[in-house]
Nanobody
């Protein structure tokens, strides 16, 4: 089970920190984590991904330099720090987990992920 939190309403230029906690027997193996988002009327898009050992991280060009993904394996939690938010960042944000190896690069496509959270809404006002 993946549970996101931290979404909300923020003004442009502001910051939010999303969290995603993994629980249950399913997560007793190495897994990569990713964040995706979906705005109304648009397809789900990749935001960021991190591998188990946190030494392979990828970002979408649209968020590079503004968002930071990190994880705390002891807490089975992944974070997405979002700074300098823009109205176009408004979307439902979903975390996802994919079984992987210790140093394996994280998947970048949503169909490579096996587990999904329920989503948390981020709204950025102009």
């Amino acid at each position: 089970q993946l549970v996101e939190s931290g979404g909300g309403l923020v003004q442009a230029g502001g910051s939010l920190r999303l969290s995603c906690a993994a629980s249950g027997h399913t997560f007793t193996f190495y897994y990569a984590m990713g964040w995706f988002r979906q705005a109304p009327g648009r397809e789900r898009e990749f935001v960021a991904a991190i591998n188990w050992s946190s030494d392979n991280i990828h970002y979408a060009d649209s968020v590079k330099g503004r968002f930071t993904i990190s994880r705390d394996n002891a807490k089975n939690t992944v974070y997405l720090q979002m700074n300098s938010l823009k109205p176009e960042d408004t979307a439902a944000y979903y975390c996802a987990a994919a079984r992987s190896g210790y140093g394996t690069p994280p998947p970048l496509y949503d169909d490579e992920y096996h587990y999904w959270g329920q989503g948390t809404q981020v709204t950025v006002s102009s």
